[in-house]
Structures are given as C-alpha cells and as structure tokens.
C-alpha cells in the first residue's frame, strides 16, 4: 500500500526513462537527433531537459519543481508510475542521523 511508504529524498532528480531513450536499431538515428538537437537548439540546459521531458527521454517526479541533478539514473515508465503513487514525500535533505525512535534530516 503506497499510503504506507514515506520517502525520505534529500533532492529531486532527472532520470533517464529507459523505454523513451532509445526505440531500437531502426530508429537510431531519429534518436540520436533527438537526444543532440536540444543541446544545439535550447538556450539553456534547464531549457533542455525541459524538452528532454517531452520528449520522454526523461522525467521527474514533481513536475512542480525542477531537478539542478542529472546523474544518469534510469527507470521505465511502469517504475516512475510507481515512485509518482507514493504521495508522503520528505524532501529536507539527507539524513543526518538515525535513533529507535527519529530520523534527523538537514532541514528539519
């Protein structure tokens, strides 16, 4: 049950989407291009991977915030489906320490 679950994230990331990266041989090239063209065309990195996402090269959870990290994780779209169910979200920062009883966090 996803009502269960708290995620503890210390950031929001980008993630590769492993079924919108690459369709397969025939369509190489027309991916190549789409990975290549927004990196020509967009006037900033954020800009990119904002048509990265429509793409569906990529994705984040919280379409309400904007990742600053891209490090190459990799999910499918079933896996991010997933991860965006789960709606107790604790995003102030890593864990700094962990009791029986309290998780401290860097903000809170």
Do not use: M
């Not at 993630?15 to 369509?27: A, E, I, N, P, T």
């Not at 904002?50 to 959870?61: F, P, T």
């Amino acid at each position: 049950d996803q009502l269960a679950i708290t995620w503890i994230t210390s950031r929001d990331i980008w993630y590769f989407v492993r079924d919108g990266l690459w369709g397969g041989y025939k369509s190489f090239r027309k991916d190549t291009v789409k990975l290549i063209d927004p990196l020509v065309k967009c006037k900033s990195l954020h800009e990119a991977f904002l048509q990265y996402e429509k793409d569906g090269i990529v994705a984040r959870l919280d379409t309400s915030t904007i990742p600053e990290v891209f490090k190459g994780a990799t999910i499918d779209k079933s896996e991010l489906a997933g991860f965006k169910s789960i709606k107790n979200v604790v995003r102030l920062g890593r864990v700094t320490s962990i009791t029986s009883d309290e998780i401290k966090l860097e903000k809170g």
